[in-house]
């Protein structure tokens, strides 16, 4: 079982920038693939960018590439989300997730943190 934590949300302006991080709990952290997911108010759970367990590759959705960046540190099992440029449309709450294969599906993700509020004033 992976425990998973988030924190680094919070209240910004718009075009301004927050770095969320994720902290698991486990031996075999490296094996997992991670994945940054947020729901806005009367929204979906979407997808916003993953990385593999090697961190060698990453996927991102298209409405943030460019602005945001994923990466972990295997050693210190830790994931972040570096958020730059951020708009309004941002605003959600962001969850950590792991899975054994990398993908952007929401559904095939096995563990899940308790999620971040991450809101852009305009």
């Known amino acids: 079982q992976v425990q998973l934590v988030e924190s680094g949300g919070g209240l910004v302006q718009a075009g301004g920038s927050l770095r969320l991080s994720c902290a698991a709990s486990?031996?075999?952290?490296?094996?997992?693939?991670m994945g940054w997911f947020r729901q806005a108010p009367g929204k979906e759970r979407e997808f916003v960018a993953a990385i593999s367990g090697s961190g060698y590759t990453t996927y991102y959705t298209d409405s943030v590439k460019g602005r945001f960046t994923i990466s972990r540190d295997n050693a210190k099992n830790t994931v972040c989300l570096q958020m730059n440029s951020l708009k309004p449309e941002d605003t959600a709450v962001y969850y950590c997730?792991?899975?054994?294969?990398?993908?952007?599906?929401?559904?095939?993700?096995?563990?899940w943190g308790q999620g971040t509020q991450v809101t852009v004033s305009s």
């Open positions: 997730a792991a899975n054994n294969v990398l993908t952007t599906s929401h559904n095939e993700y096995d563990y």
């Open positions: 486990g031996r075999t952290f490296r094996n997992y693939a």
